[in-house]
């Protein structure tokens, strides 16, 4: 049997144990995914190992750190700078990026995107960022904090005290505001004028109707949450955890199924 496992902190509200362990039994795959709580993100290989794992998903905090300690690391996956997902090939460990082509998938109903803001900072703000810019977007990052803004040097970047405002067809939350609590990804008067003139929003929370969503909602906006980012990501990274021979389509059928479980 292969064991499979979610890393990370918080993890107690990760559903990828129910995605993965649903579309391994129906497609009679003899493996088991489970998650762990990992305080330090620097023992994320040695831990794996420990646990005599054959592949794993990383998630906040430490899908940063988690870059370093790979053997090979996919190009998209370097460019972003962050890794979602990890394998065990010939004893080495190699990192890949599943939520940016995840999230492109998961916004195939927006069509073609010129231009978008992303709110944050972080590695799902690189992953969404990458993945726009990939796809022909023209993107502005919108951090709280001017730290991480230095690893975003080719894309407009801004903190809330020097935001100047902007239209933009795309306005993303990629911050965990909203997981556990009811507050913006950024001040009221920041946000609802890009929410009055934005055609989409994003919101990467998934566990529940956001207040981000909810004044998209209001302002006219079309809305997607992250249920089905979360859904793709999943799909791609289980197929790599078995060298791509399974069928997408087939994989997420059984996924789509867990969520309503
Ligand atoms: N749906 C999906 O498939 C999916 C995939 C990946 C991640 N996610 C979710 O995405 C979220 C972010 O993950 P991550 O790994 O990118 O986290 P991260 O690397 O820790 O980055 C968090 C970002 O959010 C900002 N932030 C945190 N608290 C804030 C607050 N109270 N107000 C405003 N900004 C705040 C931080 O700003 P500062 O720099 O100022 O601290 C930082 O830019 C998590 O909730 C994760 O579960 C969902």
Same mark, same amino acid.
């Given at each position: 049997m292969r064991f499979f496992a979610v890393f990370g902190?918080?993890?107690?509200? %990760?559903i990828s144990p129910r995605l993965h362990n649903l579309a391994l039994e129906r497609m009679g795959l003899d493996g088991f995914y489970t998650r762990v709580l990992l305080? =330090? *993100?620097? +023992?994320l290989v040695s831990k794996f190992k420990s646990l005599k794992l054959s592949g794993a998903n990383i998630t906040i905090p430490h899908k940063e750190i988690a870059l370093?300690?790979? =053997?090979v690391v996919e190009e998209n996956a370097l460019k972003i700078g962050s890794i979602n997902t990890i394998v065990l090939k010939n004893d080495q460990i190699y990192g890949y990026n599943t939520d940016a082509p995840g999230f492109i998938r998961s916004i195939?109903?927006? *069509? +073609?995107?010129?231009t978008a803001i992303v709110l944050g900072a972080g590695g799902t703000a690189k992953a969404i960022a990458y993945a726009l810019k990939n796809s022909g977007a023209s993107v502005t990052i919108l951090n709280r %904090?001017? #730290?991480? #803004?230095?690893?975003? *040097?080719e894309f407009k970047n801004f903190s809330w005290d020097t935001f100047i405002g902007g239209e933009f067809q795309l306005v993303a939350n990629t911050t965990p505001v909203g997981l556990n609590d =009811? %507050? #913006?990804?950024?001040?009221i008067e920041i946000l609802e004028p890009l929410l009055k003139r934005a055609k989409f929003a994003f919101d990467v929370i998934y566990n529940r109707p956001t207040p981000f969503l909810n004044m998209a909602i209001l302002n006219g906006a079309i809305c997607k949450n992250g249920s089905d980012m979360l859904l793709h990501q999943a799909v791609l990274a289980l197929n790599l955890f078995y060298s791509n021979s399974l069928d997408e389509k087939t994989i997420e059928n059984h996924m789509r199924e867990a969520f309503s479980l």
């Open positions: 902190n918080p993890i107690k509200h %990760s305080e =330090d *993100g620097n +023992s370093n300690q790979c =053997d195939e109903k927006f *069509g +073609s995107i010129k %904090s001017k #730290l991480r #803004l230095e690893n975003f *040097g =009811d %507050s #913006l990804p950024a001040p």
